[in-house]
């Protein structure tokens, strides 16, 4: 069977298996070279091996892709830098088809015949949810960077991390105020019909309430529908907001049709950046969006008060003031996502340093590493901004983004603090056994 796994190399760059093992002779070679002291430290280590689960295929390709570019980027600098307690990183990369069924194979086959010390990168929560008791039965650290509650609810294992990206519970309830104060008071929701979209439907209303609002209706979509103009007469007409998450290939064809529906005579739209992500916004058709909202974990396009450690973030991962990838204004980032890629990898980089990590006997020590942190700031590691980290939930809180459609562009008009989506633990997962 020819074995579909890809390495990221030392610099980044995507190499055959092969190719990785030559490249890690000569490496070795290279160490007595003036000059080469990058590895010194370890020269007969094996290299740090991560397993990125990515979702190469399926509805989320596109993340899949941007994800990737990310973590090369990310992985070039860390290794640029001496790589983790010494050692080069790699990534195996195996494609789940963005299914559950097929990511807990993945998280298996990184266990049992790529030998990673951990793995990383889903972003699905249903692919989550399906791959984390793979993780937890095998004992191999699962660094997740998803967005759904699954991570934080403490119904999955200890060995599930969610270190780099909030949570929905936490950005919902971070962005009602803003809703209620700013868009309207009476809400219907649309949403895809999956755990991500789940955690929107049960953790919105509540916020929304506490907020002097209500949601009148939820529309579940499945993520694999291609049309929409049958669902939007279920939107009620007394509707102030229509409140839209939609995910998939598809999304483009979503937001169009919801445009051709309300023609200029619409509610307030508010959507959380997934419904437009990897889509062109001055795509035909979208005209409409112009006065909107949307909410953004790390913005897409360049703002004026970008810190310098951001500037850095998105010239390495290759995206221009758009948020497109250099040279191909066609190939639009996942920019509020994809962040997480980079800085979950710098929390692997901190846990494993921490625990003083050498290999897959010391994924015990790593696991709890990782939870005796308790906050990134801000910087080079962590350009989407600062953050706490909860480790009896395992769940990072950190800043999020309403930008406005305003001529073709995504202007971020309010930031929230951390402490608007702080909510109470649910559950504490060091007090389960290693």
Known sequence: MTDKSRILGPDGLRLNRRTALKGLAATAGLAAAPGFVRYAQAQSSAPIKIGFQSHRTGIGAAYGRWYEKTTAAAVKLINDAGGITGRPVEIVIEDDGTDPKRGAEVVAKFASQHKTDIVFGTLFSHVVIGSAPTAGELKIPYYVVSEGHHVASTKLNRYCFQPGITDVKSQVQSVAPWIAANAGKKVTMIYPDFAFGYDHRDYLPPALKAQGAEVIAQIAIPPTESSFTRYFPQIPAETEVIYHVMVGPAVLTFVKELGEFYGSNRPQLFGFIDSLEAVDINSPGLEFLDGSHFWEGSPRYAQENDSDA??????????????????????????????????TLYVIKKAMEDAGYKGPEDRGKLVEATEALTEFKEGPEHPQGDKTFNGKIHQCFGH???????????????????????????????????
């Not at 290759?318 to 920019?335: L, M, Q, W």
């Not at 983004?401 to 633990?425: F, W």
């Open 310 to 343: 951001q500037k850095a973030y998105r010239a390495a991962v290759g995206i221009d003031e758009n948020g497109a990838a250099v040279g191909d204004p066609k190939d639009v980032s996942t920019a509020a996502h994809m962040f997480g890629c980079w800085e």
């Open 400 to 434: 999020q983004n309403i930008s406005k459609v305003e001529g073709g562009k995504l202007k971020v008009v309010h930031r929230t603090s951390i402490e608007d989506g702080m909510y109470e633990a649910e559950g504490d997962y060091t007090t389960q056994s290693l």
